[in-house]
């Protein structure tokens, strides 16, 4: 049966760029659909010369020409980094529905408003998301968990946030981590069901931007090259399309390990004799 992604999200990913394909490594088995037009996104090296384009003078003394050519080398070098990022992993907005929260909490912390917006539910259930310059990797599993929370999945679907010691470092940008959620269906027959449905989370901490950025996250559902945004202007404004990705991801790998189970032994009305180990000796 083929699949087609029904929310549309954020561009695909350029194999030939290197802070691109990073992102693009998953362990499922299986492509479930085909990639989509691609963005060219420039490499490391082309972001550098295009700064190296911009000329821009180091001024020692109050010269206005200089100043001036200084300033328009600086707006060239921000042109260059922003449009080498068509994505928005490392520019970007604050999203406006954090507030910024002071004396109490730490100064670069946010915390979602407490009406009900026109922004993304989805960005409001995170109550404290943490920023670039308290960014922990280890603060980030249980906002994660806190995120999967949210999500309307099928009854006896169980989840399990695991780190990810990946890490990659951009040039001229900032560091990507990853952390992965497993999803399963255990039973009192199967506590340690084969079928596992991944989600990879991609942390990206940018170096352009200031502190009291919130830090951005993405996921990918395993199989899928479509990527979705956890907060800000690109997130979806749904917490229900999740369980469509998983019993999709779960019911295909039951299915998978059935039809290697009947090959193999049968079913229940045809069984297939087995054969006779010292027979065969």
Same mark, same amino acid.
């Given at each position: 049966?083929?699949?087609?992604?029904?929310?549309?999200?954020?561009?695909?990913?350029?194999?030939?760029?290197?802070?691109?394909?990073?992102?693009?490594?998953?362990?499922?088995?299986?492509?479930?659909?085909?990639?989509?037009?691609?963005?060219?996104?420039?490499?490391?090296?082309?972001?550098?010369?295009?700064?190296?384009?911009?000329?821009?003078?180091?001024?020692?003394?109050?010269?206005?020409?200089?100043?001036?050519?200084?300033?328009?080398?600086?707006?060239?070098?921000?042109? &260059?980094?922003?449009?080498?990022?068509?994505?928005?992993?490392?520019? *970007?907005?604050?999203?406006?529905? *954090?507030?910024?929260?002071?004396?109490?909490?730490?100064?670069?912390?946010f915390e979602s408003p407490l009406e009900r917006s026109e922004y993304s539910e989805a960005s409001e259930t995170i109550r404290h998301w943490l920023t670039i310059g308290d960014f922990e990797y280890s603060n980030m599993i249980p906002l994660v968990r806190d995120f999967i929370a949210k999500w309307q999945l099928s009854p006896e679907t169980k989840c399990v946030v695991l780190t990810n010691t990946k890490r990659h470092d951009v040039p001229l940008k900032g560091s990507i *981590?990853?952390?992965?959620?497993?999803?399963?269906?255990?039973?009192?027959?199967?506590?340690?069901?084969?079928?596992?449905?991944?989600?990879?989370?991609?942390?990206?901490?940018?170096?352009?931007?200031?502190?009291?950025?919130?830090?951005?996250?993405?996921?990918?559902?395993?199989?899928?090259?479509?990527?979705? *945004?956890?907060?800000?202007?690109? &997130?979806?404004?749904?917490?229900?399309?999740?369980?469509?990705?998983?019993?999709?991801?779960?019911?295909?790998?039951?299915?998978?390990?059935?039809?290697?189970?009947?090959?193999?032994?049968?079913?229940? &009305?045809?069984?297939? &004799?087995?054969?006779?180990?010292?027979?065969?000796?």
């Open positions: 049966m083929e699949k087609t992604d029904d929310i549309v999200s954020s561009p695909s990913i350029d194999p030939n760029d290197r802070s691109s394909t990073e992102l693009e490594k998953d362990d499922s088995e299986i492509l479930l659909i085909q990639p989509f037009n691609v963005i060219p996104i420039p490499d490391s090296e082309f972001l550098h010369e295009s700064i190296a384009n911009c000329n821009k003078p180091i001024c020692d003394d109050a010269d206005l020409e200089c100043i001036l050519n200084m300033v328009n080398g600086t707006i060239c070098e921000a042109r &260059a980094v922003i449009q080498s990022d068509p994505r928005g992993l490392f520019c *970007y907005k604050c999203p406006k529905e *954090y507030s910024h929260l002071g004396s109490k909490k730490s100064r670069h912390t *981590y990853f952390i992965d959620a497993h999803f399963s269906r255990p039973t009192p027959r199967c506590p340690n069901p084969l079928a596992v449905a991944k989600v990879r989370f991609i942390v990206t901490v940018s170096s352009v931007l200031r502190d009291h950025y919130p830090v951005m996250v993405t996921y990918r559902f395993e199989g899928y090259r479509t990527l979705y *945004y956890a907060l800000g202007c690109r &997130a979806i404004n749904s917490r229900t399309f999740q369980r469509f990705y998983i019993d999709t991801i779960l019911h295909t790998k039951l299915s998978f390990f059935a039809e290697i189970c009947e090959s193999r032994h049968g079913t229940i &009305a045809a069984p297939k &004799a087995m054969p006779n180990p010292k027979s065969m000796q």
